[in-house]
């Protein structure tokens, strides 16, 4: 089965950056769409972006675009969210996401989920 660890959360002030890090364990990673999602206190779960296997193929919401970029490594088994121009309504959980077909992953039916990693953004 694809293990999924999430790192690089914490509390940062508004404007500030984030590098959130997603390392797996399976050898087909690289087969793999990788993804990220966020669920805040009172809040449903919501997509926040994702990357195909390839990583020549991105997707994100509309309110991360221009200030969170994804991107991969495949040979460490890793993906990334880095985010700048935290917002407060940015303070959320955020999982990451693995599927073999995106689609599956847009809807939140992902295969595999990691635990969460905190991101707290303070005003």
């Known amino acids: 089965q694809e293990q999924l660890v999430e790192s690089g959360g914490g509390l940062v002030q508004a404007g500030g950056s984030l590098r959130l890090s997603c390392a797996a364990s399976?050898?087909?990673?690289?087969?793999?769409?990788m993804g990220w999602f966020r669920q805040a206190p009172g809040k449903e779960r919501e997509f926040v972006a994702a990357?195909?296997?390839?990583?020549?193929?991105?997707y994100y919401q509309d309110s991360g675009t221009g200030r969170f970029t994804i991107s991969r490594d495949n040979a460490k088994n890793t993906v990334y969210l880095q985010m700048n121009s935290l917002k407060p309504e940015d303070t959320a959980v955020y999982y990451c996401?693995?599927?073999?077909?995106?689609?599956?992953?847009?809807?939140?039916?992902?295969?595999?989920w990691g635990q969460g990693t905190q991101v707290t953004v303070s005003s």
């Open positions: 996401a693995a599927d073999r077909d995106y689609s599956r992953l847009y809807r939140g039916s992902s295969e595999y």
């Open positions: 399976e050898r087909t990673f690289a087969m793999y769409t």
């Open positions: 990357i195909a296997s390839s990583g020549g193929i991105k």
